[in-house]
Structure formats: C-alpha cells, structure tokens
C-alpha cells in the first residue's frame, strides 16, 4: 500500500475507527499524491510558474476567442437536458470527421465512432474499467505521466514496467522498447504510448514510429494480446518534422485480430479547453459486431459512473467545429505561440555555458521539456527556486526537472533558465 494511503487510515482510524473499518479495498487503497497538482499549489504565487499543465499568459490562460464566446450562443435545449452517455451524437460524427482529416491513412470502417468522455483521465480510468485486471502488466516509459499509476496500480493493482525513451546523451531512443517487447513473454499486456509525451515533450519520427509499430507487430504475432492506449492529450502541438499522424493509425492499420489500439484524445489541451472536460475513446476495430459491443460496454461504464457528460461543454465544442474558419485560426495562433516559445527553449537548454547544470532530453513538441539537473536534489532545487527566485518548477523525481514553457513568455524564458543555472551553481557549492 502507498504510504500516504497507509498515513491516512492510520489517522481515520485513530480519529474515527468505525469509519475506516467501512471503507471499501479501494477505499483504502486511496490517497492524494503529492505530484505535479501539490507542487503546482506550492509554485502558485510565483512570477514565473512553469509548473502547470495549461498554456498561458503573463497574465491571462491562452485560449481560443470563438470558444470564449459560444456559450453566449447556445439554446436552452444545448445547455440543460440530459446528454446521452456515449455523448451527443453530432458531437460524435464531427470529432471523427477532425480525426479522419488529420489522420490520411486511417480508415473510417477501420474504427469506432469515438464516445464522448469526461476529458482523457475518464477515458483513462474507463479503459482501466474495461481491460486491466489486478497483476496485469502495463508497459510504459520510464518518463511519463504520474496520474496513471493513480488509475491503473492503485484502482487496478495493475503492475507497471517501464522501459527508458531516452540514451544517456538524453536523445530518444526505440531500443529499449523494442528490447522490452521482443523479451516480454506474458499473454496478456497493456501500453502506454503517449506522443507528445509529458512530461519531456517529445514525438518520435516517422522512422521511429515504424521501429515502434514493427516491435509490437512482432509482439502480438508472437500471440500475446496486446492493449495499445494511445494517449495523444498533446496531439497537433507540433514543432519539427515528426510523425503527424496518431500511433492509433499506425497500429489500427496492422489489423491484427490480438492488437486492440484505443485513443484517447480531446478538446483539453488540442482546443486549450483544460476545464471543458470534452475527450473522446476510440477503437481501432473494423468488426461491426465488436465495434457495437465495445459501445455497449463503455456506454454501461460511463452509466454506471457518471452517468453522462456535461451538455453545455460537449455543444461548445460542436459549435466550434462547425464554425471552425476563425476558431481554427485562433488555435493556429496559440500553437505558433507555443512554437516561438519552444524555439527559444530550445536555443536557450542546449547553449554550451549551461553544460555543468544540466542535461536536456530531446523534445520537439507539445507544453514542456525536462532536463537531468547535476549534482542537485531536484527537490531542493524546487523549493529554492520557489524561495528566492519566484520560479515555478516540477521536481520529477531524482534526477529530472519539468519545465513547462507553455506558460512562460518568449521574453522570459532566457531568465527562467539563466536563474535556474543559478540556483543549481548555489546548490552544488
Ligand atoms: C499525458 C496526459 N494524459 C492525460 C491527461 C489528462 O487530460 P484531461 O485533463 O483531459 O483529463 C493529461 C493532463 O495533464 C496528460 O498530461
């Protein structure tokens, strides 16, 4: 058990025993992390909070006018009725249209209309409800999000196996994956595969996905079922020339019978809407039956949890789809934002001076980039730039910091990164 849930019986049972003797496994199972949502409270009032998973401002959050607006626009009946729990059904048909249209090799018949969510993290736990048994494997990178262990080892007891992105110059690398799939031996595994990945911003190439996609062919025609989640929260936020498309194509288009691909995307970050709470969950399957069975099975899941989603978001983003001539424009302008942001990072982190102070891991899209700190505890390197340089950081664990750029200026980003240099220079004398 994690210690904070051990923490917090201990405290239930010693202020109220009856109530700790009622609490479900799972509800004993449970905790709070103290991740990137406590270390983002910590960093709140300072001047430079890099800490968060939003795009923003000095002074504002960056977000898309048209989609401001539209609540003005809507009808009563957008707003207060019941939406339906696989979500309204334009909304539906519109978010495939997007993702037939940014995806090219991907086949409409090839895929399940995508059912609406409660933004990625239901669709996460969803997928949890659906596929992973306790002592399951889940397969993921050594640098990734830590809310996963939240839904898949502490709500499923699933057991996670990671295996490093990047070689120890901090450049991506397939290798250990593809060692890692070619020695997995169980009949039964779930992976993670999240492009852009948070928290180190990277993509891999088109090279690199086929190395990726033929590891996990070989996977499953060796016979192990295989789950591929893709979690592309960060998809279209792209810099340099990386694989476009979502990994949910390539995979889909191996039309495997024990490959199941799922995505998981939405309008949190692609439409810079993080409290719309709009994402959606599809199939890469081409069987009607399957298709229609698998809807049946998330719709009782979404039932049977919360029931259905939140009408007046799910219309806000139908409205701007349809409407999209200027909403596509204002989030072109958001994502060239970010890219002039990225490119100062991106100058700025591999500049030789900063050598002594840290290693970046190469990243070439999406909201942040994170690099290996030397001879500091990124910890202690987090509270002291909280302390004297009003800098919001997230310490990821021994080694490795989180920056996101998505919420510092172009004009700042030299500074944040110069007083970081500092505050490491001051620790390790
Ligand atoms: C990789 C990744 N997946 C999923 C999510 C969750 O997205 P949502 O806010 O839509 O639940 C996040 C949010 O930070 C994320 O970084």
């Not at 430079?48 to 626009?73: H, Q, R």
């Not at 239901?122 to 659906?130: E, I, P, R």
């Not at 700025?348 to 002594?356: L, R």
């Not at 340089?389 to 910091?401: E, F, H, Q, R, V």
């Amino acid at each position: 058990m994690n210690p904070l849930a051990l923490d917090l019986n201990e405290q239930l049972s010693k202020s109220n025993p009856e109530i700790a003797d009622m609490l479900s496994d799972l509800g004993k199972l449970m905790y709070y992390p103290k991740g990137i949502l406590s270390q983002s409270a910590e960093a709140k009032a300072t001047k430079y909070n890099a800490t968060i998973g939003m795009a923003t401002y000095s002074n504002k959050k960056m977000y898309a006018d048209t989609l401001n607006n539209v609540f003005g626009e809507l009808e009563p009946d957008e707003i207060f009725p019941y939406s339906p729990p696989q979500g309204i059904e334009p909304l539906r048909d519109l978010w495939q249209e997007k993702m037939l249209k940014e995806n090219p090799d991907l086949n409409k018949t090839d895929m399940t209309r995508p059912i609406i969510t409660n933004a990625l993290t239901h669709g996460l736990s969803l997928v949890g409800d659906m596929f992973v048994n306790s002592g399951d494997t889940i397969l993921l990178p050594t640098h990734n999000w830590g809310n996963y262990k939240l839904v898949y080892s502490t709500r499923h007891s699933a057991v996670f196996e990671t295996y490093d992105i990047f070689d120890e110059n901090g450049n991506y690398t397939t290798d250990a994956l593809v060692n890692t799939l070619a020695n997995y031996n169980k009949d039964k595994v779930v992976l993670i595969l999240n492009y852009p990945n948070n928290p180190t911003g990277y993509t891999p190439t088109k090279d690199q996905v086929n190395q990726i996609v033929t590891a996990i062919k070989d996977l499953a025609e060796r016979g192990t079922n295989v789950i591929a989640l893709v979690d592309d929260a960060y998809y279209g936020l792209f810099y340099e020339d990386v694989y476009t498309q979502s990994l949910f194509t390539a995979l889909t288009n191996l039309q495997l019978k024990n490959l199941l691909p799922i995505r998981l995307d939405g309008a949190t970050k692609e439409f810079f809407a993080w409290g719309l709470r709009v994402g959606f969950i599809t199939f890469g399957v081409n069987d009607e039956t399957a298709k229609s069975v698998l809807e049946a099975k998330v719709k009782g899941m979404i039932r049977s949890n919360i029931s259905s989603g939140p009408m007046p978001s799910q219309n806000a983003v139908k409205y701007v789809l349809e409407h999209n001539e200027t909403f596509d424009q204002e989030i072109q302008h958001n994502i060239d934002t970010l890219q002039a942001r990225y490119e100062v990072t991106k100058d700025v982190v591999y500049d030789e001076k900063y050598k002594p102070y840290w290693q970046p891991y190469e990243f070439n899209s999406g909201y942040f980039m994170a690099v290996q700190v030397k001879g500091v505890d990124p910890e202690t390197l987090r509270t002291h730039l909280i302390e004297n340089y009003s800098i919001g950081i997230i310490a990821l664990n021994k080694t490795d910091i989180r920056i996101a750029f998505s919420c510092v200026e172009k004009e700042d980003i030299p500074h944040v990164f110069d007083s970081i240099a500092k505050a490491i220079a001051e620790l390790q004398n």
